[in-house]
């Protein structure tokens, strides 16, 4: 199992960046997805999660409203569209399943905002 997260990078407060984590390894259409962000100082905490069909999403009180998690099972694909950004968002995003007994991370992307 893979997954390899991109399109973190620097963005001022109220930009948007849209993050990507493509999966392999896994028949990913069969399973449900998450981000979570880990921010300097602060314990990893859920962002949004998604089922399998993209028929639920759930999002941390916090991002309601501005970000928009997706997938597209063609791609293998996973987003995170992030908008109205702010300083507090600043962090390193990672992409998350459970297959099998087992859970999965990816590398990480960061995402900094700042003025």
């Known amino acids: 199992v893979q997954l390899v997260e991109s399109g973190g990078g620097l963005v001022q407060p109220g930009g948007s960046l849209r993050l990507s984590c493509v999966a392999s390894?896994?028949?990913?259409?069969?399973?449900?997805m998450s981000w979570y962000r880990h921010a300097p100082g602060k314990e990893r905490e859920l962002v949004a999660f998604i089922t399998s069909n993209g028929g639920w999403t759930n999002y941390a009180d916090s991002m309601k409203g501005r970000f928009t998690i997706s997938r597209d099972n063609a791609k293998n694909t996973v987003y995170l569209q992030m908008n109205s950004l702010k300083l507090e968002d600043t962090g390193v995003y990672y992409c998350?399943?459970?297959?099998?007994?087992?859970?999965?991370w990816g590398q990480g992307t960061q995402v900094t905002v700042s003025s």
């Open positions: 390894g896994f028949t990913f259409s069969r399973y449900a």
């Open positions: 998350y399943t459970r297959w099998g007994n087992s859970d999965y």
